[in-house]
């Protein structure tokens, strides 16, 4: 009778104390990889996304025309492991826009054809079905995977300058970003390839993210009349700025040293948060490293 | 007459205010720069040494034989900048130990003949010279270079039991460390390739440094008869145990992802030293990355 009435109390103890806390844990589960450039895992509880996957060996591409250092070979540096264990736990994969340094033939190659695909939109859609993917869906505003809600956000990949040329504007093209949302509430935020625009700030109010990945690398294009804001993705100064806005989030910084047209590097932006002061909210994650929020 | 005073307060108020703060400031002035590996720069004021310069390719050597993963070749990864931009402004140069991971063929070629070059014993003094370098200088216990100081601290490059080994012991050999002090008092360590032994303690204790250069690689031997304690340098849980030990000092993590024989690389530190919460007293440098202290 002591036992079951010790065995009763222990029960109650744990759904009490182990019980909720346990359960809420696990529903705030984040944890995020870093692969290379912009191609990452987040991952949830059980559920892995894949993010941008781009797994071409280096220098097996010319660098991007009219941008920075456009006479290097992208990428400039390998995979920190084989692609099958990158894909080893995925299980969607979200492609925020089709540049070469976001998706290509290796990963396409690579990838399981009927793997639930997101997209931004029909024209992206199409490409992707054209690559052999049978299970492709266009994101929609408010959307969910498992038990995790995807919200998307808005982009602008260059200036309003760049975007004024029919050709550059169309290069650039359209991007989405995404607000992961976890079962526990918890929020990481993919920025996109963007630079700093109203839609930024109105994200950053909307979504009040508790982990911000920011696209860091400044990729610039290279023409004399860009000269004064070549830019088109973020910079350091961009994420100085995140963490100014956001100063209880985590900013993870990626998108930097593999491809040409990269303005910044990890080293830069080491020296820089350091500099800073700010070291502390910034991550600069290693090629394969994992952190967990 | 009134410029006469105002120019007289002026100069007096410089002396008063900016002076002393920005001689001790001066003189308190360290910075390190992460080349590749073991290979560092270290500053004091405008004294710069190159510490234990490996210049080769991606490639160009064996493994070493009888360590972990011994089949891959030497270095694993490239420099980060020409080796012209690397001795751009080296004054000294100082070895720890001749090991192939510390100095090389590449190195001897490219660095001028008569810099002042460092080295612990007659053995790799003569070894130096033999390389045609003709300004060799065993270190002393106690030293100077410039306005720096150098005082050297000793290291055990492996366990008791293979320095045993005759054959081992003799290709373990021995390493220096050094503790630079710059003329304002501050202390950086160069630990050296160590494990954690009495020696540590020690040194910890007699110099208290505020910058502490740990190889933090976890190199280790291959062999059966060593598989409880293969180590020969520094590993994750001695950095560590190293942030616990001197809590208010800066750890330095260098000696990874380079050589075949590293069982710890970058972003496994960071991954644990993010767990564990010392994030912020553990600094791990990109290749190429600046630090002043």
Do not use: C
């Amino acid at each position: 009778m002591k036992r079951l009435i010790f065995a009763a109390f222990l029960a109650l103890a744990i759904s009490l104390i182990g019980g909720p806390g346990l359960s809420s844990a696990a529903n705030d589960d984040l944890s995020l990889q870093h692969i290379r450039n912009a191609t990452i895992k987040l991952t949830s509880g059980d559920t892995t996304f894949l993010i941008d996957p781009m797994f071409a060996e280096v220098g097996a591409y010319e660098g991007f025309p009219d941008t920075y250092r456009s006479w290097l070979r992208n990428p400039l540096t390998p995979l920190p492991m084989s692609v099958k264990e990158i894909l080893d736990d995925v299980d969607a994969v979200i492609l925020t826009h089709t540049h070469l340094d976001h998706w290509d033939k290796t990963a396409q190659d690579a990838l399981p054809k009927d793997i639930p695909f997101y997209v931004q939109n029909e024209e992206d859609a199409k490409a992707v079905r054209g690559h052999g993917f049978t299970n492709v869906r266009i994101m929609k505003e408010s959307d969910e995977f498992g038990k995790v809600k995807l919200d998307r956000t808005a982009t602008q990949h260059g200036s309003k300058a760049m975007y004024a040329d029919p050709d550059l504007g169309k290069a650039l093209g359209e991007v989405m970003g995404v607000v992961f949302t976890t079962p526990g509430g918890k929020k990481a935020w993919l920025v996109g390839d963007t630079i700093w625009f109203a839609g930024v700030d109105e994200a950053l109010a909307k979504h009040e993210p508790n982990v911000i990945i920011v696209n860091a690398g400044g990729a610039a294009m290279s023409a004399e009349k860009y000269k004064d804001a070549p830019e088109i993705i973020m910079d350091k100064e961009d994420v100085r700025k995140m963490v100014e806005k956001m100063p209880k989030s985590d900013v993870v910084a990626i998108h930097m040293d593999a491809i040409n047209h990269m303005t910044v590097d990890r080293k830069d932006l080491a020296q820089y948060v350091r500099e800073h002061g700010i070291r502390d909210k910034v991550l600069i994650p290693f090629d394969g490293e994992k952190m967990n929020f």
